[in-house]
C-alpha cells in the first residue's frame, strides 16, 4: 500500500530570542519563551546563559 507524501511546505524561519550557556564546553542553548527564569542556569552544566539572537523554525 502506498502513500501520497507529495511535496512539503517549507518551514517559515523566524529570529528567536534563545539563553545561550556561557561555557565554551557546552552548546546548550534555550528558546527565551520557554525559559521561566529571568536569569537562567545552563540545564546541562548550570553555568549561566546570555540572551541571543538566532533564526530558527516558527513553532506554533
Given amino acids: 500500500m502506498g502513500f501520497s507524501r507529495g511535496p512539503k511546505e517549507p518551514v517559515k ?4 530570542n534563545v539563553w ?6 557546552c552548546n546548550g ?10 536569569d537562567p542556569k ?9 540572551q541571543e539572537m538566532r533564526v530558527l523554525p ?3
Avoid at 42 to 50: A, E, N, V
Fill in 13 to 16: 524561519e523566524v529570529e528567536t
Fill in 20 to 25: 545561550v550557556c556561557t561555557n565554551d564546553d
Fill in 29 to 38: 542553548w534555550m528558546r527565551e519563551s520557554y525559559s521561566f527564569e529571568e
Fill in 42 to 50: 545552563c540545564p546541562f552544566c548550570k553555568s549561566s546563559m546570555k
Fill in 58 to 60: 516558527e513553532l506554533k
